[in-house]
């Protein structure tokens, strides 16, 4: 169990192993609440993109600055981050933000700023998290740490799907294949498997199959540790 009372589930992995979208779903079914690192390493990315300075430029101290205009709130089961109390969603995922969240994810102070809002976001209710990083850095005592991979064709293919709303072509598939592995490499140093995670491949998985089987496996670890402290109950004095 987490230091804090609260349930945390970590759930780290690549890009585009379904990380947020199945973080999401699991915390509906649990009642829990959702919190995505990555989103505030992108909120960070577009408050200072929004500065128009030279990106070449960026220092530490500025990208830290420029977050200061982002707060993270609560909206249904999840979190979002709002920059001047406005929301950006689809400035997080546009390609500008894309291109550029790698090298601010990469800046030290950026981290400490992003771990303190997840830690923030988790004082108060169980929660689901999900990035690179979470069941290590952020979170090294979680209930439960799940490092899902897949296949870099696989994870191209359904990144297709959600941008393009069809099939894509093998074509299309081989080009964003060769993005997905370069953004692996760049985000390398941050996506550390905890030793204590269940490792879980989704490349022949559906994601109803991804978020029972994580549900599942909080159930079980849950239900292990009420085992555990009622015995310790028992075993006290008198
Ligand atoms: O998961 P994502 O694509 O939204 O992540 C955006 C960027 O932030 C990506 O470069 C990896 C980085 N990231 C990180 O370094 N640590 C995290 N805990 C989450 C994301």
Redesign the pocket.
């Known amino acids: 169990m987490n230091g804090a009372q609260h349930v945390v589930i970590a759930i780290?992995g690549p890009?585009?192993s379904g990380?947020?979208s199945t973080a999401q779903w699991v915390a509906q079914q649990l009642a829990f609440r959702h919190v995505?690192?990555?989103?505030l390493?992108?909120a960070a990315t577009a408050a200072q993109l929004r500065r128009g300075t030279g990106e070449e430029s960026w220092t530490e101290e500025e990208v830290c600055e420029a977050a200061r205009k982002v707060r993270l709130v609560p909206r249904g089961t999840s979190f979002t981050p709002l920059i001047d109390g406005q929301s950006v969603d689809e400035e997080l995922r546009g390609l500008e933000v894309?291109k550029h969240?790698?090298r601010?994810?990469?800046m030290p102070r950026v981290?400490d700023w992003?771990n303190d809002r997840v830690r923030e976001a988790a004082r108060d209710h169980d929660v689901v998290v999900?990035?690179?990083?979470?069941g290590t850095a952020?979170f090294p005592d979680a209930t439960l740490k799940v490092f899902l991979v897949a296949d870099p064709w696989e994870r191209a293919r359904r990144r297709l799907v959600q941008q393009l709303g069809r099939s894509p072509t093998d074509e299309e598939i081989a080009e964003e294949t060769g993005r997905l592995v370069q953004?692996d490499a760049?985000?390398a140093t941050?996506?550390v498997q905890a030793k204590d995670a269940i490792l879980i491949d989704t490349t022949y998985l559906t994601q109803e199959e991804q978020v029972e089987r994580i549900v599942a496996l909080v159930k079980a670890v849950t239900q292990r540790d009420s085992t555990t402290s009622a015995v310790d109950d028992d075993s006290g004095p008198g």
């Open positions: 780290d890009a585009a990380k947020s995505d690192s990555g989103a390493y992108r894309t969240v790698s601010v994810a990469s981290r992003v999900d990035g690179r990083d979470m952020v953004r760049r985000d941050q996506t």
